[in-house]
């Protein structure tokens, strides 16, 4: 019989994001060792400073905000719980919904990507907003 080791349950495995440095798809010269990275994301109600490396109100006048290359992979429940702690502190992250168009359906929605956000705006300020990640803005 082959082992392959413990294997969590499907049910135990969540999306892990991660906003990286990566402004355009052209900078990224291999894949990432597991999951995936995944480019041409655009916020609604909301913009990405590259500079702080969190989210900002959006520019006056301004739909939609470009995010830089996002990477995606998966974890385990509980090694995400701690991951999240570590990576986004007390405040917690925004778990910002991912759809494939403007029209934000459950048919639409793909999954949720965690962004970081801070004390001042929490994660609760932007989901007021309605801030979401969009995949096509037209």
């Known amino acids: ?3 392959l080791g413990v294997v969590s349950p499907v049910n135990d495995v969540i999306y892990h994001t991660e906003v990286t440095n990566f402004e355009r798809v052209e900078q990224v010269k291999s894949p990432p060792e597991e999951g995936i990275y995944i480019h041409g994301l655009s916020l609604d109600g ?4 590259r500079q702080e490396g969190n989210m900002v109100e959006s520019a006056p006048k301004t739909m939609f905000s470009p995010l830089p290359v996002l990477y995606v992979t998966g974890n385990e429940r509980r090694a995400e719980e701690k991951s999240k702690k570590e990576q986004f502190g007390n405040v917690g992250g925004y778990e910002c919904p991912v759809y494939k168009y403007a029209c934000r359906t459950d048919r639409y929605f793909i999954f949720y990507a965690n962004l970081k956000c801070t004390e001042d705006k929490p994660p609760n300020h932007w989901c007021l907003r309605g801030s979401a990640l969009l995949c096509n803005t037209q």
């Open 1 to 3: 019989m082959l082992s």
């Open 46 to 49: 909301a913009a990405w400073s």
